[in-house]
């Protein structure tokens, strides 16, 4: 399929700065990107809400109390999800997703406005909904586009999800002393009941070029367990539920190490009377402005290295980074801890995670079938994400109690955990590999007639426009990219230049002397294959 049979517009143009794109998906970005952003508004509002909600009243240690109730009740929607998802499908599956939690979050304004303590069931709440609500989307977004339309087009969306991410944190930051931490409440349910307005329009943007090819090769399933048994009759799914514990478990131990020096921080600020507000406020505050700076981390990450790591190394080996992140944050903090430490390295990992992490594990998805994209990616990414807390939380608990662990202990333990999630994610990028081969079929793009000979007339303005048909890729979500060197391998002479995305040849004055010059144009799909044609500029002798 030719990726110049249509022009690009404006956005898709800013969209190559990013990762590859083809003419007529940037519309299809924009809205899966307009979704995400609102969904990760909403959430950081709701995330630092939770903060201020609980350690105004309760211990850093409740809260991964709060994480272990929530793995457990995420036992029993799992497989109550599997029964709603054979009813609803698809965009509809979403947007019945949206309108229950925006009820729930309704009820939650409700109840604290009524004067009751709510922090803890909020915090279990804010937990089932980021792991249920971004799994929804990025499973919506896996069975949209196809395998090689999701590699290049995720890291932009998830761009959008950063930003997004960004955006929340700070609206948190600057507004929760002014408007109080309840009223982020409503504010998040509002924007995310927008997202429920365009989930059908989104989900038909996508050009049937990029679009996935819908395959259920997994038999239904109709027992009980649903997506849990979705996940048991994979290899592939079983290892990417275990690096989804063991990151979970690795974040939520740094959580915990961080949010222990930052209560007795505030604690003391608090007491000395030092500065405005309540300690409840000032934590909001405080973590408003701590997500600022990895979610900006993250944006940067996002913006500058996810795609180009995705082309240069694939997402096998790009999943091989965040691991080693951990392993060096958690070794300098065991050794260093206090926590300016924990604060930096918290950044630098969760700014990782939120960018090459988050897109790893959602183009993961992009070889599996409907029924392992739904049910299981989202008993993973639900249950298993936060089996990590459910671990953790034991640990802290016996930690605390039984070991006098101190928050180096549990760096160290975090160490040895990275080493596993290395090891682990090395094997599913074996697997990743195995199931893009059989679900792929990498045609080498051709060249469907020979490039037309242009002529030029020295002094004079020159101007040649490739046909948009010239060159040709038969793979579903392929695109081409264009380049141009002299047939011998110089670059082109200075006073011409070539426009890849329009393949147009253009030159203010030919400064050209020689009667022909042989110019090799050549088309690389995203997999590395190509083919070249030669273009012959002949000089047009100027009559006197």
Request: charged share 15%; glycine share 8%.
């Amino acid at each position: 399929m030719n990726s110049r049979s249509h022009r690009y517009t404006p956005f898709e143009r800013l969209l190559a700065l990013i990762t590859k794109v083809r003419p007529g998906e940037g519309h299809a970005v924009a809205l899966f990107g307009a979704h995400v952003f609102l969904i990760l508004f909403s959430y950081y509002l709701f995330k630092a809400a939770r903060e201020g909600l609980l350690l105004a009243k309760l211990s850093a240690a409740d809260a991964s109390y709060a994480t272990a109730i929530t793995a457990t009740l995420l036992m029993f929607i799992v497989p109550l999800y599997s029964q709603v998802r054979r009813r609803l499908d698809g965009p509809l599956l979403v947007i019945t997703v949206i309108a229950f939690f925006v009820g729930c979050l309704i009820a939650f304004w409700g109840l604290d406005r009524l004067g009751l303590r709510v922090g803890f069931a909020f915090f279990v709440f804010v937990g089932i909904f980021a792991v249920m609500m971004t799994a929804q989307f990025w499973a919506l977004a896996a069975d949209s586009f196809n395998i090689k339309s999701g590699q290049r087009l995720f890291p932009a969306i998830m761009l959008a999800a950063q930003i997004g991410a960004l955006s929340g944190t700070e609206f948190a930051e600057y507004f929760s002393v002014a408007i109080g931490t309840h009223n982020l409440l409503l504010v998040g349910a509002a924007t995310l009941l927008v997202t429920a307005f365009f989930t059908l329009p989104m989900h038909a943007s996508v050009p049937d070029e990029s679009r996935h090819l819908r395959h259920e090769t997994t038999q239904p399933v109709r027992r009980i367990f649903g997506g849990f048994d979705v996940i048991a009759r994979s290899r592939y799914l079983i290892l990417i539920a275990v690096m989804i514990v063991l990151v979970n478990w690795i974040s939520s131990t740094g959580d915990f190490i961080h949010r222990s020096l930052v209560k007795a921080h505030f604690a003391e600020v608090a007491s000395a009377g030092s500065a405005p507000g309540t300690q409840q406020d000032l934590i909001s505050a405080y973590f408003g402005n701590f997500q600022f700076w990895f979610v900006l981390v993250g944006l940067l990450l996002q913006t500058l290295v996810v795609g180009r790591l995705f082309r240069w190394l694939g997402v096998a080996t790009t999943l091989l980074i965040p691991p080693l992140v951990s392993l060096f944050g958690y070794g300098l903090f065991g050794f260093l801890p206090i926590l300016t430490t924990i604060r930096l390295a918290r950044i630098i990992e969760a700014g990782t995670e939120y960018s090459v992490t988050n897109t790893c594990r959602q183009a993961l998805f992009l070889p599996t079938d409907r029924t392992q994209t739904y049910e299981g990616k989202t008993a993973i990414e639900t249950f298993f994400w936060r089996f990590g807390d459910l671990l953790q939380a034991g640990v802290v608990f016996v930690g605390t109690r039984y070991l006098a662990m101190g928050a180096a202990n549990f760096a160290l333990l975090n160490v040895a955990l990275a080493v596993i999630w290395t090891l682990v994610a090395i094997a599913i990028g074996r697997e990743y590999r195995r199931l893009a081969r059989e679900n792929l079929t990498n045609a080498a793009p051709s060249l469907t007639r020979p490039i037309p000979h242009a002529d030029y007339r020295p002094g004079e303005r020159f101007e040649h426009v490739l046909p948009p048909d010239l060159f040709a890729d038969t793979d579903p979500g392929d695109v081409l990219t264009l380049s141009a060197r002299l047939v011998d391998g110089r670059p082109l002479p200075s006073w011409l230049e070539f426009d890849a995305h329009h393949g147009r040849f253009h030159a203010q004055a030919v400064e050209i002397v020689e009667e022909q010059l042989h110019i090799t144009v050549t088309a690389t799909d995203h997999d590395g294959s190509e083919v070249s044609g030669t273009l012959v500029l002949r000089r047009v002798m100027v009559l006197s």
